[in-house]
């Protein structure tokens, strides 16, 4: 059995999340535990233009969309870069340069504790 990786939120990430509206939270919630567990959330796009092996979460509620942005390739956890209401069907500049940004300190921490 493949071991269960841990969720790590960065930056505003975890608080973002817990302001999606419970049913969407719920279904991020679960779309996570898949990919802690080495599978493939059920809907969900790469994102490179964030990073190499960035992936973008899609959730959908009553017609309004949610993404969860994370990256679980680099080191021993998933981690969780953003996570956004998306009004439009474009993601915003502010959005991407959040992630990339985030993706960035991802990278730093992991090669520090490698170096450790």
Not at 18 to 32: D, M, S
Not at 36 to 61: A, N
Not at 73 to 95: C, E, M, N, P, W
Request: hydrophobic residues 35%; glycine residues 8%; positive net charge.
């Amino acid at each position: 059995m493949t071991a269960v990786k841990d969720v790590a939120f960065v930056g505003g990430s975890g608080n973002d999340l817990r302001a999606f509206p419970a049913v969407a939270r719920q279904r991020a919630g679960y779309q996570l535990y898949r990919v802690q567990v080495g599978w493939e959330p059920t809907d969900w796009k790469p994102m490179p233009s964030i990073g190499p092996g960035c992936r973008e979460i899609r959730i959908r509620v009553e017609g309004d969309t949610y993404r969860v942005v994370y990256i679980a390739s680099i080191g021993d956890a998933v981690y969780v870069l953003h996570a956004f209401q998306k009004k439009t069907q474009r993601t915003t500049r502010a959005d991407l340069d959040l992630a990339k940004q985030r993706y960035k300190q991802v990278n730093e921490m992991t090669r520090i504790k490698e170096r450790r």
